[in-house]
Nanobody, 123 residues
Framework: QVQLVESGGGLVQAGGSLRLSCVASGRTFSSMFIGWFRQAPGKEREFVAAITSSGGRTYYADSVKGRFTISRDNAKNTVYLQMNTLKPEDMAVYYC????????????????WGQGTQVTVSS
C-alpha cells in the first residue's frame, strides 16, 4: 500500500510561484510512475505533469509546458511540482497520483491518490 500526502498549496498572485510536494510512504516509491493532476470546481480532473520512476523522462500538459517543472527525489520519497508564472486558470485542487510503472496521463490508470492541496491564484 502506498500513501501520498501533498503540501505546498496556498494563495498566490498571478505571475507568482508555488512549489508543491508529494511525499509517499512505502518502499516501492522509486519504482512508481507519478503524476500530478488538478481539478477546478465544476470541471473534470485533468492531467498536469508526470515523471518516470527514475526521473529520466517528464511529461506535461500543453497548458503548463514551460511554466511548470516536475521532479523527484527518490531518496526522500518525494515528487515536486514547481509552478511559475501562475495564472488564474491554474487555480484548482492539485493531486498527486502513482501507479506501478505505467506511463499514462489517464487518471483511471493510477492506483494511489493523495488528498489534494488547494492552489488559489488571484488576478
Amino acid at each position: 500500500q502506498v500513501q501520498l500526502v501533498e503540501s505546498g498549496g496556498g494563495l498566490v498572485q498571478a505571475g507568482g510561484s508555488l512549489r508543491l510536494s508529494c511525499v509517499a510512504s512505502g518502499r516501492t516509491f522509486s519504482s512508481m510512475f507519478i503524476g500530478w493532476f488538478r481539478q477546478a470546481p465544476g470541471k473534470e480532473r485533468e492531467f498536469v505533469a508526470a515523471i518516470t520512476s527514475s526521473g529520466g523522462r517528464t511529461y506535461y500538459a500543453d497548458s503548463v509546458k514551460g511554466r511548470f517543472t516536475i521532479s523527484r527525489d527518490n531518496a526522500k520519497n518525494t515528487v515536486y511540482l514547481q509552478m511559475n508564472t501562475l495564472k488564474p486558470e491554474d487555480m484548482a485542487v492539485y493531486y498527486c497520483a502513482a501507479n506501478r510503472g505505467i506511463v499514462t496521463m489517464t487518471p483511471t490508470l493510477y492506483n494511489y491518490w493523495g488528498q489534494g492541496t488547494q492552489v488559489t491564484v488571484s488576478s
